[in-house]
């Protein structure tokens, strides 16, 4: 079985959710959503966990040692089919970010508005501006600012960010809108996932694009959530995005949930708390650094070089990506956990304690959990440097013609798609085996670097197959019969 054929009933029971590791503010509105909206408790917790990680940006991080710091960032996938609640429960949840964004919207119409009236005033001025007289200075454009996504095009997420410093969350009922805004950058999806990669990081951002101006980004934060239907997870977690580490870096919920019922009505008093607790993160000024004391690094240090060290080295592939990102997923989480038990009124201490590093350290045990039950019903394809070899690449051509540019096999084939070098590897291993020829045009009048062109040597038993088949040749009409004489009566 394949993501493309993922069938939910065949994966074995997930363990029971570690409810008792929430905040007391998040684990109360969990399971008061889940009553309401008779979606599973994970699916809301998930969900919550990335709204107070969205929420808390850039306004905190976390320091585990001197060199490692880390952002709240969090990327959160729901996998559960279409009718089953989850979209009302991500509305439930993101409220609190819904309200800021309303009126980060209205505030940003009154700010146009008062823009367009200043910009009437500077137009008068400078028509009665008299010869001599210095040129008066136009009134500054306002800045948009913003708390969500909902669908942009990657120039739109940099400006975005750009102009909101405490960071944004991307919420979608479909993650692939989020994931598939690649879309928007002339089929070059691979860069649109590394810049959702580099916005993963925190890290410092610079963009320079022709006819442009410069973006900068000084600690970029983003958070991303939203459902994705098991039938279409092949298309989000692509084998491009499996090996670039961008899907292990989801905490992913899989949940064979029945289609939803009527459910109750939730609770306001827990409404109004958890809006409180947000609330109150969003407040914070950006740029706060929280520490963690010695006790919590301890447990991190015993869980990074312990059960986590050795699932990298005695599992491969999907598995042991997902638990190398496990000890930053797990720093994040610890932030969460401690900036939610402060904005409640739950703890008063300053640096991250102990108990929020042991409860993030086991939430990250259970979502790595969920991918390792994936693993156990999903066949991983082989490695990919076994698809990068000289044979592969006599067999890619051979069953294509038997000869290409090799811009085009980079273009063209998944194995070579961002391994250059490999590809000219094994290009000239066939051309030392006498099995290929690479013809190497030279540059023409203007200039340039013309790409090279493979051949097979041996005429490839099958015929290139080109994108759109060619319209059949018309074939000669046949000469129309002799009508027969009829008498006219």
Not at 18 to 30: A, E, I, K, T, W
Not at 94 to 123: G, V, W, Y
Not at 241 to 251: D, N, Q, V, Y
Not at 335 to 340: E, K, P, R, S
């Amino acid at each position: 079985m394949n993501l493309r054929t993922l069938n939910m009933k065949a994966l074995r029971q997930p363990a029971d959710f570690p409810l008792d590791c929430l905040p007391r503010v998040l684990r109360q509105r969990v399971e008061d959503v889940s009553r309401a909206t008779a979606v599973p408790v994970p699916s809301v917790a998930l969900i919550g966990l990335v709204a107070a990680a969205g929420a808390i940006g850039n306004r905190l991080r976390i320091k585990v040692k001197r060199s490692w710091i880390e952002c709240a960032a969090h990327f959160g996938m729901v996998v559960q089919e279409s009718g089953t609640g989850k979209s009302t429960a991500l509305k439930a949840m993101m409220q609190p970010l819904h309200d800021a964004e309303r009126a980060c919207i209205e505030a940003n119409r009154q700010a146009k508005a008062a823009h367009e009236q200043s910009m009437r005033l500077f137009t008068m001025e400078r028509k009665r501006k008299r010869p001599g007289e210095p040129e008066p200075e136009p009134p500054p454009s306002p800045v948009g600012k913003r708390v969500m996504l909902h669908e942009a095009t990657p120039e739109a997420v940099l400006k975005r960010l750009s102009e909101n410093p405490a960071g944004l969350t991307w919420v979608s009922d479909e993650l692939l809108r989020a994931l598939g805004f690649g879309r928007y950058t002339k089929g070059d999806a691979g860069s649109a996932d590394a810049l959702i990669l580099e916005l993963y990081e925190g890290a410092a951002l610079a963009v320079d694009r022709a006819g442009q101006d410069p973006v900068f980004i000084p600690e970029a934060s983003l958070s991303i959530v939203g459902g994705c239907q098991p039938g279409k997870l092949h298309q989000a977690f692509t084998e491009d995005r499996m090996e670039s580490g961008l899907a292990p870096r989801f905490l992913m919920v899989l949940v064979d949930a029945p289609p939803s019922g009527f459910g109750t009505d939730d609770d306001p008093a827990t409404d109004e708390a958890w809006a409180h607790a947000l609330r109150s993160i969003m407040a914070l000024p950006v740029g706060g650094i929280i520490s963690v004391s010695e006790q919590s690094r301890a447990l991190l240090r015993r869980a990074a070089d312990g059960p986590w060290k050795s699932m990298q080295a005695s599992r491969t592939g999907l598995i042991r990506a997902v638990a190398g990102k496990a000890r930053g997923k797990a720093a994040r989480l610890a932030l969460v956990h401690h900036a939610l038990r402060r904005a409640s009124g739950e703890s008063v201490d300053a640096e991250v304690d102990a108990i929020s590093m042991d409860a993030a350290i086991r939430l990250v045990d259970w979502f790595m959990d969920e991918w390792a039950r994936l693993g156990e019903v999903v066949t991983t394809d082989e490695p990919a440097e076994a698809k990068r070899t000289p044979e592969a690449l006599e067999a890619w051509l051979a069953c294509r013609g038997g000869s290409w540019s090799l811009r085009d096999v980079q273009q063209q084939s998944a194995a070579y798609r961002r391994h250059r070098v490999d590809l000219w590897r094994d290009a000239q291993a066939l051309e030392a085996a006498g099995r290929a020829r690479i013809d190497r045009a030279a540059p023409g009048a203007k200039g340039g670097r013309p790409s090279a062109t493979i051949a097979l040597v041996t005429p490839s038993p099958y015929p290139h197959i080109p994108e759109t088949s060619p319209k059949p040749e018309p074939q000669a009409r046949a000469p129309s019969p002799t009508p027969l004489a009829v008498p006219i009566i």
